[in-house]
């Protein structure tokens, strides 16, 4: 989106040799910090624009390229395995045609709701790094959001196959599909933390665990997920990716706005 074009640009302005001492560089830092502000009090993290935006692609997509609402049984992405029983997870196929589905759409609308009664308290900023591609680049792939009382682990883990697949498939494939997918690693930080983490205020946290370790009595919805979708030159490009250590740690010191330029 926008918001995360803009602070892609600060992560790599950032991550040049001696910007300190470029007074354009440090008016331009300013400037980017002053819009990001400005957009995150006023919600542009996440706005009824913005999550129609998806809610249309995710639509559009899942026309185009599944039959899942005709009542086939294909392997698209997002089609389920019979488990009544299983209500923890959100359990989708890896033979999928499209980045379209009902299980998606379902964690999206989901999100949408628990988001705007429970704010941003109750959502997590989510990140997949591949260590066969990149030690040190983790790629940021949307949102989790959890009722209140759920764990953030909680709420990865009962999506963490859906983000997987998604992310892999159809967000950035050229960095976390084919053989860089056999090594993926879901992480996570605050909600609408983009920027703090940009500017290495923030660190991540890795999600570990598996399906099992969730709550015997937990359900999946009670959780949401707002996937990334990239736009114009984002999808050649790639979207908002920081630079940590394996850790998920901050490897530079703080990116400090000068408040006098």
């Not at 542009?44 to 995710?58: D, G, H, K, Q, V």
């Not at 359990?91 to 499209?98: A, D, M, Q």
């Not at 949102?143 to 909680?154: D, M, Q, R, W, Y």
Request: proline share 5%.
């Amino acid at each position: 989106m926008q918001s995360h074009s803009i602070i892609q640009n600060v992560a790599n302005i950032v991550s040049k040799e001696n910007k300190e001492k470029d007074p354009l560089i440090m008016k331009y830092h300013h400037i980017l910090y002053v819009t990001l502000l400005f957009r995150k009090f006023c919600g542009a993290f996440i706005t009824p624009a913005e999550s129609r935006l998806r809610t249309c692609i995710i639509s559009a997509v899942k026309k185009s390229t599944t039959t899942a609402d005709s009542g086939k049984s294909g392997g698209g992405f997002g089609s389920t395995k019979a488990s009544p029983n299983n209500k923890k997870l959100r359990s989708i196929s890896s033979k999928h045609t499209g980045s379209g589905s009902k299980v998606l759409r379902k964690a999206a609308n989901t999100f949408d709701v628990i988001r705007k009664e429970h704010g941003k308290d109750a959502c997590n900023d989510v990140y997949i790094r591949s260590p066969l591609n990149s030690p040190t680049t983790f790629w940021f792939v949307g949102k989790v959001a959890a009722k209140p009382g759920i764990l953030p682990t909680h709420a990865c883990l009962a999506q963490k196959r859906v983000i997987f697949e998604y992310s892999q498939r159809e967000l950035r494939p050229q960095n976390l599909g084919g053989s860089y997918a056999s090594a993926l690693e879901l992480w996570y930080a605050p909600g609408d933390s983009e920027m703090d983490v940009v500017r290495n205020q923030v660190n991540l946290t890795k999600v570990e665990g598996s399906a099992a370790d969730l709550p015997d009595d937990f359900d999946a919805n009670l959780v949401g997920y707002n996937p990334e979708i990239y736009v114009g030159e984002e999808r050649t490009e790639g979207g908002l990716r920081v630079e940590k250590s394996e850790e998920g740690k901050s490897i530079k010191p703080v990116f400090e706005v000068n408040e006098a330029v």
